[in-house]
C-alpha cells in the first residue's frame, strides 16, 4: 500500500455502515440505533496492513479507519499530522522517547484485525447533542482492544502535555499488551490544548459511557483500572483521587488500582486506590524525586504503592522496549489484578 494508490476493499457499502455506527453514535442514543453494534459483526472485511514503509496520510485515508482516522494520530491540528513516515513518527511525539515505529505498527495493524473480524472498534463518548453544544468533544473517544469476554476492563490515557495525545506510542501498544492478559481495554482520546481539567472531565464521561453499556460491551465493571503516562497518569489520579462523579461522571466506584508512568503529579486525597508507579532515573520532566513525594504521602496514609524506578531512561518512554523499564506493563497488570474483587 502506498500513499497515492487505493486500498483494495472488500463489501464497501458494508464499511461505511459499520463507521456510520461506530462513528456517530453517541452515549446517549447508543442502544435505540443499534441494539447490536458492540457484538461481532456477521460479515468480515480484508484491509490491508500498514508498513513500516506508510506515511502518516496511509494512516489517515486507510478504509479501516474511516471515520476516527485522524484520533489515531497525535496532533488535533491535522496539518501536523500529515506526510510523517510511519518509520519517523517520534517527530509526532516531542516530549516523548524511546519510540519505536514497529511497536506503533505492531499496535495499529491489531486494530486492523480486529477490524477485518467484524469488530467495533471506536466509540463515541458523547452525544450527538453534547457534542454539537461543545464541538471540542468531536475529538473525543474511545478504541477497544479486547480481550475475554466480560472480563474486568482498563483505560489507558496516553500523555502529551495536555498539548497532543500520544496513543500510538503508550496508549495503543499499552492495549494491545494488557489485552493479550485477558483484560478488556480502552485509550481515550481526550480534549487537548485546555489544560487537564477538561481531559479529566473526558475521562469521567469515558468511564460513565463503559458502565453504562457494559452488557453490550461485554466486560465487567468489577475492579475497573486506570492507566496514565504523564499528562495521562494526571488525569487516571485525579479520578482515583476524588472519583468519577467529581469530574461530571456518574456516580461510580473508584478504580480498584491506578497505574502511574512518569508524572510530577502531587495532589491525592484520605483514600487513594493501590497504586503502581514507574519512572525512569533520567527522567527531566518528572524527576523520580517529585514523584517520591508523593509515593512517601501515599504510604504514610497506609495506601498500598508498588514503585519502579528504572535507570539510564528519560521521559516518555513507553512500553520501554529495549531499556530497563521493559516488561513493566506485565508487572502493573499483576498489580492490578491482586485487587480485582
Not at 314 to 325: I, N, P
Request: aromatic share 12%.
Amino acid at each position: 500500500m502506498s500513499s497515492n494508490k487505493k486500498i483494495p476493499m472488500k463489501a464497501i457499502h458494508l464499511c461505511l455502515l459499520s463507521h456510520l455506527i461506530s462513528g456517530e453514535t453517541g452515549a446517549a442514543d447508543f442502544h435505540s440505533n443499534n441494539k447490536t453494534m458492540h457484538q461481532k459483526q456477521e460479515y468480515t472485511f480484508n484491509y490491508q496492513h500498514l508498513t513500516i514503509d506508510n506515511n502518516t496520510n496511509d494512516i489517515l485515508n486507510h478504509p479501516a479507519f474511516n471515520g476516527f482516522s485522524s484520533l489515531l494520530l497525535p496532533w488535533n491540528d491535522s496539518r501536523r499530522n500529515k506526510d510523517v513516515p510511519i518509520k519517523n513518527i517520534q517527530i509526532l511525539l516531542p516530549y516523548h522517547s524511546h519510540i519505536v515505529p514497529d511497536i506503533a505498527l505492531s499496535a495499529m495493524n491489531r486494530m486492523i484485525d480486529d477490524i477485518n473480524q467484524g469488530q467495533t472498534i471506536f466509540y463515541n463518548i458523547y452525544s450527538e447533542q453534547q457534542k454539537a453544544q461543545s464541538p471540542d468533544k468531536n475529538s473525543t473517544g474511545l478504541f477497544f482492544f479486547r480481550g475475554k469476554k466480560d472480563a474486568p476492563f482498563a483505560i489507558v490515557c496516553p500523555g502529551g502535555g495536555f498539548e497532543y495525545v500520544g496513543a500510538v506510542h503508550e496508549g495503543f501498544p499499552y492495549a494491545s499488551e494488557i489485552s493479550r492478559q485477558g483484560y478488556n481495554v480502552f485509550v481515550l482520546r481526550y480534549r487537548v490544548g485546555q489544560g487537564g481539567f477538561n481531559a479529566t472531565q473526558d475521562l469521567a464521561s469515558a468511564i460513565s459511557f463503559i458502565y453504562r453499556n457494559a452488557a453490550s460491551l461485554q466486560v465487567s465493571t468489577q475492579g475497573y483500572s486506570l492507566w496514565g503516562s504523564s499528562a495521562g497518569a494526571r488525569m487516571a489520579a485525579a479520578v482515583g483521587s476524588y472519583g468519577v462523579a467529581q469530574f461530571g461522571g456518574e456516580h461510580l466506584p473508584k478504580p480498584a488500582a491506578v497505574i502511574m508512568a512518569y508524572t510530577g503529579y502531587s495532589d491525592y486525597s484520605e483514600h487513594e486506590p493501590p497504586t503502581f508507579v514507574v519512572v525512569g532515573s533520567n527522567d527531566g520532566i518528572a524527576p523520580p524525586a517529585v514523584m517520591q513525594q508523593r509515593i512517601n504521602a501515599l504510604k504514610r496514609m497506609g495506601t498500598i504503592v508498588e514503585y519502579h524506578q528504572y535507570p539510564s531512561v528519560g521521559h516518555g518512554f513507553g512500553l520501554g522496549e529495549g531499556t530497563s523499564a521493559e516488561g513493566w506493563i506485565l508487572l502493573a497488570t499483576q498489580f492490578w489484578e491482586k485487587w480485582i474483587k
